[in-house]
Each structure stands twice: as C-alpha cells, then as structure tokens.
C-alpha cells in the first residue's frame, strides 16, 4: 500500500507541475502550453540560455552572446499562473565607466496565463489557455530602433494540451498560436507545438521534443527528490540550455 501512495505521488507531481523552466512558467523548453501547476506551487530559479535560444537582435553587442535568466513564479489559483524573470545583458557599467563591458544590464517582465478549460482523464476535450509574456512597457515611445526597445521577449499565446495515459505512461500533445511584438522574433511567430512523455517506470521524468515555428529542440525535465526540479535540453539537437528551480506549495 506504501509503494503504491509513492506512486501515485510521483504521477501527480509530474502530471501537474513540469514547467517552461526558462520563465518559471509551465510550458515545454520554449514553447507554451495549456498545463498549469497546482494551486498554491512557487518557483524560483535560473536558468542558462544559449545564444541560439536568445532573441537575435537584442542580445548581441560585439557578436551575439550567451546569457542567464533568474526567476519566480507562483500559481495562486488552478486556473492562473504569474510569473516575474530578468534576464541579464551585456553593456557597460555606465558613462563614468565605458570601458568596463559585462553583464552588467537585464531585461525584466512579468508573464501571465490563465486557463478556461482544464481537461479531465479519460474524457474527449483538452485544456486550453491563453497567456503573454512582457505584455507591457511605457519605456519606449519614440525610439524607431527595434534593437533598443522593451519587450524583447514580448508575445501573447493560445495553447491547447491533451495528455493519453497508457496504462502509467502519460503522453501529452501540445499546440499553440504564437505572436511575438518584436519583428527581430518573427521566426517563433504561428503555430508551434510539441510531444511529452513520461514513462510508467520513471513518473518524474519527462521527455519533449518541440517545434518552435524555427527549429526543433529536444529536452528533458526531472524532479529530484521533492522541490529540486532540472531542465536540460539541446536547441536544434545541439546547443545546450539548461536550468534548475526550487518548488514547492505554499497551500
């Protein structure tokens, strides 16, 4: 009876709380879906992102350069999660100091997703959620240069998720419309998706391959012990990111 609690844990935890670990926010590696954490889950965490994960534009100063984010999410009720990150940038430390170059600079947003629809196992409908990433910004009129402007990751979603149980394997399908403000990241714009698996042997590990309107990454999500969850994935096959979080519910 014990072993069998355990796995049921084990199954719940992933079924409900693997995240988009680059915002803190529940998705894939780049790209969003309609999951969503349990009500009352926090996040906080950093993540390393490769130059080819990176917006094109905004990040390069001397060459187009790696960077990391830090982040903190919670999900107040099921069917909303919020979520703040900055993400470092190079630049100098400011007039009195031009010459001294490093991350000295970051870009910082707030994310939103909210859920009407949340699906049930073993009926026909999927969960569907609508949601953005640095909606807003009030410092930017004015500048004609896309480069220098906020919003850098700005976009808004809609996202569909449908999970099939095979016994105690779980695979998930995921499809989403995407629209990016920033023309530098038209290539993430349409229609992007994905597929999860977590296996019946190991419930908290979790495959994807996803499609990200550009390229096409594989990753893996894996929650050690009981708070402690890892991402790692490789953009186009090859260039790595990954990161790490602390969780755990405040309910």
């Keep these: 009876m014990r072993k069998l ?5 084990f199954i719940h935890l992933s079924v409900c709380a693997f995240s988009q670990q680059y915002t803190g926010m529940s998705g894939l590696i780049h790209v969003p879906s309609a999951e969503m954490d349990e009500a009352g889950d926090f996040r906080i965490g950093t993540h390393y992102l490769n130059k080819h994960f990176l917006p094109d534009e905004a990040f ?3 060459g187009k350069y790696h960077s ?13 999660e919020i979520g703040y990150t900055f993400t470092l940038r190079k630049g100098n430390r400011g007039d009195w100091a031009p010459d001294d170059i490093g991350y000295h600079r970051k870009d910082q947003y707030f994310s939103l997703k909210l859920r009407p629809l949340k699906e049930k196992k073993g009926k026909w409908w999927p969960s569907i959620a609508i949601g953005t990433n640095d909606p807003y910004t009030g410092g930017d009129k004015g500048q004609k240069q896309e480069k220098n402007r906020n919003q850098i990751f700005g976009n808004y979603y809609v996202a569909m998720t449908k999970h099939i149980w095979f016994g105690q ?10 629209r990016y403000r920033r023309s530098y990241n038209d290539k993430w714009n349409g229609i992007v998706g994905g597929i999860t698996y977590q296996p019946g042997f190991a419930p908290n590990l979790r495959g994807i391959v996803e499609y990200t309107g550009d390229d096409i990454n594989i990753g893996a999500d894996c929650l050690l012990w009981k708070h402690l969850r890892m991402q790692v994935s490789l953009q186009r096959g090859k260039y ?7 969780q755990a519910n405040l309910f």
């Design 5 to 9: 609690c355990l796995i049921f844990c």
């Design 240 to 246: 790595f990111t990954g990161g790490i979080c602390y």
């Design 60 to 62: 390069d100063y001397e």
């Design 169 to 178: 394997h779980v695979f998930g399908a995921h499809l989403a419309y995407r």
């Design 68 to 80: 990391w984010d830090f982040y903190a999410s919670i999900t107040p009720f099921s069917w909303i």
